[in-house]
């Protein structure tokens, strides 16, 4: 059974700063993609940022410039720095990954942790 496990969100006031992170373990598979969403209350969950096992990188037009998506392979650990934060950020953030070689849609989540950007 795969274990995707978050920590780090939190409350932060407007233009601070939060770093998550996320492990992942139980798998006899590689995992290939490494990932972020995010969701409120009444919306679908949306894709934050996704690293592949290249490095190659995705990153929602809202996020672009202010967060950073970085990854450890052989921890099998991923983490998102977001710098500049701004209220519309506030939700729950959920680590998702994929052993699949070319489909980085999720196959494991986690549990989701909250980060909440208020004054």
């Known amino acids: 059974q795969v274990q995707v496990v978050e920590s780090g969100g939190g409350l932060v006031q407007p233009g601070g700063s939060l770093r998550l ?34 490095g190659d990188t995705i990153y929602a037009d809202s996020v672009k410039g202010r967060f950073t998506i970085s990854r450890d392979i052989a921890k099998n650990t991923v983490s998102l720095q977001m710098n500049s934060l701004k209220t519309e950020d506030t939700a729950v953030y959920y680590c998702a990954v994929s052993t699949r070689l070319s489909d980085q849609t999720p196959e494991y989540w986690g549990q989701g942790t909250q980060v909440t950007v208020s004054s």
């Open 21 to 54: 992170s996320c492990s992942a373990s139980g798998t006899a598979f590689s995992i290939n993609f490494m990932g972020w969403y995010r969701q409120v209350p009444g919306k679908e969950r949306d894709l934050v940022a996704v690293i592949s096992r290249a």
